[in-house]
């Protein structure tokens, strides 16, 4: 069993007792998994909780202040289900109106009297009552990607893997085109990156496959709006932000990106070597990293990357999911396979 921790609202930091507390329960917790969840904002809460739990720390670089509390719950919500709960623990009072999460969540004052023991035994029935509730509905995901006819190799892609999702989620294909044109994807809803602004707090899951190309542009602004799991096709977005920022669309998105992901070491290198060595010698990716609720890649030198850029540390949680590979239908039969060897002069055997 999973339980997440969550500290996304202590941006103020915490109390001793309430770290101790999470100590004593985390020493209790036996064969239960616990993470936590924290602001990236608060670095000394962060180095605190680090120090605690070393390698259990996710870290959530959620705004400060938002339009509203629908969009604060929807964010704090995709933070959270990154993170893949049974059951959530927020160590603070309840409010008067918590939001609806679709995963239990349990908030527990650090000094109620009754204990940790106790607590464990609440935290074991509101996971397995989720377990047991039947799902009145698919979740639904909000897909943001290029898709047909937009000519990247991503499009395709997910032309292909939108239909295999669909076997579980109800999903909005967001994106920032005129159209949609592949067979494969009729019926499914079209949205536009606002509109997801707007309805995040309607959708389960946010999606992202995100590139080093034009096809992609929305993105960098839209998933820090709208935090998502990513897909990283491509560790280096340098060319695309340097594009950008030339053409206008994202201005002085190269030299932003330089500096939030490489500090003052990228700008300094930036302006001794230049614009194009720079293009070639640094990821510029953080912005991207930093509000992904989780990251999966195609290959495991996506994670090689990420350890030398940023740490021993800055891979922990990514999943390799390698490419998928369609096969024409009756390509896998055996006279497919016997055709297949005569062309190419291959004997049996």
């Not at 993470?35 to 259990?56: C, E, Q, S, V």
């Not at 009729?186 to 496959?209: K, T």
């Not at 950008?244 to 030299?255: D, K, N, S």
Request: proline share 9%; hydrophobic share 45%.
């Amino acid at each position: 069993m999973r339980i997440v921790i969550d500290f996304l609202h202590a941006r103020d930091g915490i109390e001793p007792a309430t770290l101790d507390f999470i100590k004593v329960l985390a020493a209790a917790a036996g064969p239960r998994e616990l993470w936590i969840a924290a602001p990236l904002g608060h670095p000394a809460l962060l180095d605190d909780l680090r120090l605690a739990f070393p390698g259990r720390v996710r870290a959530f670089d959620l705004p400060a202040r938002l339009a509203g509390e629908r969009l604060a719950a929807a964010l704090r919500e995709h933070a959270l289900a990154g993170l893949s709960p049974d059951v959530v623990l927020v160590p603070a009072q309840a409010p008067r109106a918590a939001p609806k999460l679709p995963f239990p969540v349990l908030y527990r004052d650090p000094r109620d009297p009754h204990g940790v023991p106790a607590l464990l035994l609440e935290l074991d029935a509101s996971a397995a009552e989720r377990v047991s509730r039947p799902q009145a509905a698919r979740p639904k995901l909000a897909y943001v990607s290029p898709l047909p006819p937009v000519k990247s190799g991503i499009a395709d892609y997910s032309a292909e893997l939108v239909p295999e999702l669909a076997r579980y989620y109800d999903i909005e294909l967001v994106v920032d085109q005129d159209s949609v044109l592949d067979a494969r994807l009729e019926g499914f809803p079209m949205r536009s990156p606002d509109w997801l602004r707007a309805h995040a707090h309607e959708v389960e899951r946010v999606v992202y496959h995100v590139g080093n190309s034009h096809a992609h542009q929305h993105m960098f602004a839209l998933i820090r709006d709208v935090p998502g799991i990513v897909v990283l096709h491509d560790f280096y977005f340098s060319g695309v932000l340097d594009n950008l920022e030339r053409e206008g669309y994202l201005p002085q998105a190269f030299v932003k990106a330089l500096y939030e992901s490489h500090g003052y070491t990228g700008l300094l290198s930036h302006r001794k070597e230049g614009r194009n060595p720079s293009i070639w010698k640094y990821p510029l990716n953080k912005g991207v990293l930093d509000n992904a609720a989780g990251v999966i890649v195609h290959a495991d030198f996506s994670k090689e990357l990420a350890t030398q850029w940023y740490g021993p540390e800055a891979a922990e949680g990514w999943q390799t999911i390698p490419l998928l590979r369609g096969r024409p239908q009756g390509s896998g039969t055996p006279q497919a396979r016997a055709a297949a060897r005569a062309r190419l002069g291959i004997g049996e055997g």
